[in-house]
């Protein structure tokens, strides 16, 4: 099997999918999608593709046992443009390749990023790197207000030093994280699996989820099949450690658990988030195990 065209990725090919008030995810290439997976790992036995349920369950497998090289036979390639203080989190994850646009080179946009009201939020008081609950609208206004401000005021300083002849790698360095910048980047199926399960993940900040969710959407197009085994096993699977296991068999027998203060937290954050992510469509909002 030579080149191999999935037809719901060439659909979405050099479309922007747009994120936040001025970014997007593009997909530019990709390379492989279900069927690679499928030939790669059957290499080592010499046999050929099989019936689709044989497909479909040879990806379950692979990704439930961790058989992960499979995956990395697939790459997908996009061109994203999101605020820089997006792009500090994204680039975290090593096992991508990138090239990105050179504030030393080129004059750079000004295009900043402005949360909408309804995300300006307050700071969580249980969740040092989260937010708890949006503010008043008038004052969500004035908090946008007074970011515009600043950034135009910064951008106007950047103008007047280039007009001047500063060097552009100097006078960019008092513009905002708040800036936009835009990357191709490259990465196979595997990591950006990776990517995905610890972006679209409530704990990530919403201005990077918004990204990963427009990238599932290709992965999805890209690799149906192995985007379903990665839902399956792991976006919509929990980990209990040693000591969680061992109060969740203590809370099923009807027994006290062992756990306390934070880590009893989690324990039942967890019990809390896996009811409601199973619950009966009439069930009512927070039910809880019995105790
Ligand atoms: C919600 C959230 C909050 C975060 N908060 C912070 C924070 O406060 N401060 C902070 O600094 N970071 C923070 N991070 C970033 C986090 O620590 C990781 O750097 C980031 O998620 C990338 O993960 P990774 O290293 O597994 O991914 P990748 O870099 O894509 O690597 C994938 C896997 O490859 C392997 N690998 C890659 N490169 C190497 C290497 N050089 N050596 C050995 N193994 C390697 C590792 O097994 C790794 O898990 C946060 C991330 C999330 C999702």
Sequence with gaps: MGHIVVEAAEALLD???PVLDHGFVRLVDYLGGDARIVQSARVSYGAGTKTFRQDRGLIH?????????PFEQVQLTFHTKMPIFVARQWVRHRTARLNEISGRYSVMKDEFYLPLPEHVS???????????????????EAVIQTLKAEQVAAYASYEKMIEQGVARELARTNLPISLYTEWYWQIDLHNLFHFLRL?????AQYEIRVYAEAMAQCAKAVAPIAFEAFEEHL??????????????????????IQLEGK????????LAHMLAANAPDDAPEEPQLPV
């Design 263 to 270: 880590a009893l937290e989690r324990f039942e954050a967890k």
């Design 122 to 140: 307050y700071q969580s008081e249980s969740n040092k790197q989260g937010r708890a609950g949006a503010l008043p609208p008038d004052e969500a």
């Design 199 to 203: 972006r679209l993940d409530g704990h």
């Design 61 to 69: 497998y692979l990704l439930k046992n961790a058989h992960t090289s």
């Design 235 to 256: 976006v919509g699977s929990v980990d209990f450690s040693r000591s969680e296991c061992a109060a969740l068999a203590a809370r099923l027998r009807g027994e006290p």
């Design 15 to 17: 479309k922007e999918i």
